[in-house]
């Protein structure tokens, strides 16, 4: 049995708050009472259409976003309950990596400076003793453990394509040694051809240095290639989860089911067709189970209760008719 790293228990968050306010306009939450693990050494892809929770369940993880409720165990402790002193000498232990590598470079400073930046500032918030000589090791490890050189370091991030900047900011994430990456949408933004080399950069990066990652997509191709498990959200909940061939070749959720059926062709984004899903009967529902509005099989109990998600040997689905 493998050993959990990161489990997320009860997950709610409602943005502008979950308070009074937001309940009387009925604001749907971004996380509706989510929970999740994710073991040493694996990678939990987290797919699903735009706004049904990806990035925020994401950032919660790492307390980059505070849940209205629910807990967040790192290593068995709840990071959730943590005061901001402890999580942020906890924070080099866990990272996150962005869709918009551009975005998260600061572009009036060199690569060499970026890099060195998230040693210095952890030398100065912990009083660990990094030389400079000892930070400029550790990146020239890091280049190499990316495929960048030395004349990298003297570029600005306008200077670098966006395959090479994504480079950096996976360095940069590793600069401090974390177990978990949270990779939000990392190659969405690239050429096709560069996005598989990034993708199998992620996942030499996973063999060697025994990373677990969080991966965030839309595109089930790139899912299918990096992750072990995944967890397929609508509305704010997961409704299947499981190991990435059973939940790709024999879906269980009839959302799931309709994802797949809108890649047609494996070489289109899934993105790219998500915004056009191919049943849409509906509202979601807010009483009965979500995709009630939209499900092919739906029948009448759909839209009187909802179903939890449940099931057994790792293989999880929140639906009164599952289809395997
Ligand atoms: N900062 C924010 N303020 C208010 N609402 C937000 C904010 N961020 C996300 N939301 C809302 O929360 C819901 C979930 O958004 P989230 O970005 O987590 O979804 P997603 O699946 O990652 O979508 P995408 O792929 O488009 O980023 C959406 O309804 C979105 O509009």
Not at 251 to 272: E, G, I, K, M, N
Not at 292 to 312: F, S, T
Request: glycine residues 8%; proline residues 5%; contains cysteine.
């Amino acid at each position: 049995m493998s050993e959990v790293l990161l489990e997320a228990r009860d997950l709610t968050k409602t943005y502008g708050g979950g308070g009074l306010l937001s309940r009387r306009r009925r604001a749907r939450p971004a996380l509706d009472h989510v929970s999740v693990s994710v073991s040493r050494g694996e990678t939990l892809g987290l797919v699903g259409e735009s706004g049904c929770g990806k990035s925020t369940l994401g950032r919660t993880l790492l307390r980059l976003h505070e849940p209205d409720s629910g807990e967040v165990f790192f290593e068995g402790r709840d990071i959730i309950a943590l005061s901001a002193g402890d999580m942020r000498r906890l924070r080099p232990e866990m990272q996150m990596v962005f869709q918009d590598s551009y975005a998260a470079l600061n572009p009036k400073r060199r690569i060499g400076a970026l890099l060195a930046e998230p040693m210095r500032v952890h030398r100065r918030r912990a009083g660990a003793a990094w030389t400079p000589a000892e930070i400029a090791e550790r990146i020239d490890e890091l280049l190499d453990l990316v495929g960048l050189n030395r004349t990298h370091l003297q570029r600005y991030a306008h200077e670098m394509s966006g395959g090479q900047r994504q480079r950096v900011n996976i360095a940069r994430a590793l600069m401090l040694s974390p177990k978990l990456i949270v990779a939000d949408e990392p190659v969405s933004a690239l050429d096709v051809s560069i996005q598989a080399q990034v993708v199998n950069l992620l996942v030499d990066l996973q063999q060697r240095l025994g990373l677990t990652y969080v991966f965030v997509s839309h595109d089930l191709g790139v899912v299918r290639q990096i992750a072990d498990r995944v967890a397929v959200m609508y509305g704010g909940v997961i409704v299947e989860l499981g190991d990435t061939d059973t939940v790709l070749h024999r879906p269980a959720h009839p959302y799931t089911a309709a994802l797949l059926d809108a890649v047609l062709d494996p070489h289109l984004p899934f993105r790219r067709r998500a915004s056009a899903p191919p049943v849409v009967t509906g509202a979601d529902s807010d009483i009965g189970c979500r995709y009630a509005g939209r499900c092919a099989n739906v029948a009448p109990l759909c839209r009187q209760r909802r179903p939890e998600l449940g099931g057994q040997d790792g293989r999880m689905v929140a639906c009164h008719f599952p289809l395997a």
